[in-house]
């Protein structure tokens, strides 16, 4: 089953963001699905004729986290745009970040510097199921 790109246009003349903007990374995530399908494909056929020994299945295999990974996290970032724009620090969350962090204050410059490092130039916040630690990464 192919995975298909969401409709996003609904983002355009947001405040704070471009339609330049939003329209690249409309494009980007397009990109992602795409790349997606395309490497499900070929890793699939390669499964069905037994090459999965093989050093083209094995960097397949490692690319299709990268596209994966950047189609699933644009979802993430489209469908969370939107709000006040500021972790209300007396809420549930507010008081689990502040906890974690020291203050929602330090959080949101951990944040802040994490989302402008040079790299992948993503940021999430999330809590580890396991050890149960909220962790901006």
Do not use: C
């Not at 983002?11 to 995530?29: A, D, I, Q, V």
Request: net charge neutral.
């Amino acid at each position: 089953m192919a995975y298909a790109a969401k409709n996003y246009e609904k983002l355009l003349g947001m405040e704070g963001f471009s339609e330049t903007l939003l329209k690249n990374h409309f494009t980007l995530y397009q990109g992602y699905v795409t790349n997606t399908n395309k490497l499900l494909d070929i890793l699939g056929g390669m499964l069905a004729e037994g090459k999965t020994a093989t050093p083209e299945y094995a960097e397949l295999k490692r690319r299709l986290g990268w596209e994966f990974n950047g189609m699933r996290l644009h979802e993430y970032y489209f469908e969370n745009l939107g709000g006040k724009g500021a972790l209300d620090a007396g809420s549930r969350l507010g008081k689990a970040v502040a906890a974690e962090f020291g203050s929602v204050e330090k959080w949101e410059a951990d944040f802040r510097a994490a989302g402008a490092m040079r790299g992948i130039g993503w940021v999430v916040l999330y809590q580890d199921a396991v050890g149960g630690r909220l962790i901006s990464q």
